[in-house]
């Protein structure tokens, strides 16, 4: 049954928000690539293990992906699981071709961090408000918001703050310091603006 006053998106609104969510994430994690800063989630994880074996974020992203497609079949369904998939393929293409298309002369690291987390918490808001996640940790945040009434932002913050502590040993206590400046801009960005009853926008497919 649906909500009274809900309105659904629509499927070329759930397609453009897919482009533009995810170019948003993918120029951001640019940024902080180029800068030696460090995302949370998977995302974070990939960054973390480019640093370490030069592998690109773009292929780590995708793999590291894989193991939570089972998560999100069994809990969100087949509808949400396949527009995360998508998603995750966008953001790794675009994340290897905005590297291409652009390149910093010069990048402060506070700038990076704040426009970088920034832009990908704008991001992120977007594909959550359009039930589309980027892989693993998102569907868990997604999944524990939907059933247990947990806001997605503060369960991401708790979980990059971890994935920050384990970088002690990759990045220097400086580009570790802004990390979490940017973590903190992007996670409140989904805090704020992604919570129950605040926002009535839903897509073709519901939980229950």
Request: net charge positive; glycine share 12%.
């Amino acid at each position: 049954m649906q909500t009274p006053g809900l309105q659904r998106h629509r499927l070329y609104e759930d397609c453009i928000a897919m482009g533009v969510g995810t170019l948003f994430v993918s120029f951001g994690t640019m940024i902080y690539a180029k800068a030696m800063l460090l995302v949370g989630s998977i995302a974070g994880l990939a960054l973390l293990f480019q640093y370490v074996t030069g592998v690109g974020f773009w292929l780590l992203f995708f793999v590291l992906n894989l193991p939570f497609y089972v998560l999100a079949w069994k809990r969100m369904g087949w509808q949400f699981t396949l527009r995360t998939f998508i998603a995750v393929c966008l953001v790794s293409a675009l994340t290897r071709l905005t590297s291409q298309w652009v390149d910093f002369a010069s990048l402060n690291t506070a700038y990076a961090a704040i426009v970088g987390g920034g832009l990908i918490g704008t991001g992120l808001l977007i594909l959550f408000r359009h039930r589309i996640g980027v892989g693993g940790i998102n569907i868990l945040a997604l999944y524990l918001q939907d059933h247990w009434g947990i806001r997605a932002g503060y369960v991401q913050m708790a979980i990059d703050g971890a994935i920050l502590l384990s970088a002690l040993f990759v990045l220097p206590v400086q580009n570790l310091v802004f990390s979490v400046l940017g973590a903190v801009i992007a996670n409140m960005i989904i805090a704020i603006n992604h919570r129950p009853g605040r926002y009535l926008g839903s897509s073709i497919d519901a939980v229950g």
